[in-house]
């Protein structure tokens, strides 16, 4: 290296560290370690995004056709709730027409104060006091 100029010698020796570091094995293996990870970051993401978008294009495809997913749990609900109330009667400790009856009058009462507090809501006394 004495025969060269001074810029020859940068030159020459920065293709030398060059040369080390490309042949390097723990350098290599660095940088394919951050790769992969790299890239199974990405997959990941591409995935999320992927599966959030086809869910969404499928929820669309099923609004399009009329296709409604609460139905079938609000059905089974109400089937729920029907069995439950069937049982209910069958299985009581008291007589059929007993039970029939003390439904009846739950109701019967249910629905008058029902009417009476509409009748309230639609004709408030004029005093505000209401009717005192």
């Not at 020796?13 to 970051?41: H, M, N, P, Y």
């Not at 739950?106 to 004709?123: A, F, I, P, Q």
Request: aromatic share 6%; charged share 25%; with cysteine.
């Amino acid at each position: 290296m004495r025969g060269m100029n001074r810029q020859t010698q940068k030159w020459a020796r920065f293709a030398l560290k060059c040369g080390l570091l490309l042949t390097d094995a723990k350098l290599w293996e660095s940088i394919g370690s951050q790769l992969r990870d790299r890239v199974d970051d990405v997959g990941d993401e591409v995935r999320r995004r992927y599966d959030d978008t086809a869910g969404r294009l499928h929820r669309a495809n099923d609004a399009l056709h009329g296709r409604n997913h609460w139905a079938t749990p609000a059905a089974s609900f109400m089937g729920g709730i029907g069995l439950g109330v069937g049982l209910g009667l069958l299985l009581a400790p008291a007589s059929g027409e007993e039970t029939r009856s003390a439904l009846r009058n739950k109701v019967v009462d249910l629905k008058n104060r029902v009417e009476t507090s509409g009748y309230r809501t639609m004709h408030p006394s004029s005093t505000g006091t209401g009717g005192d």
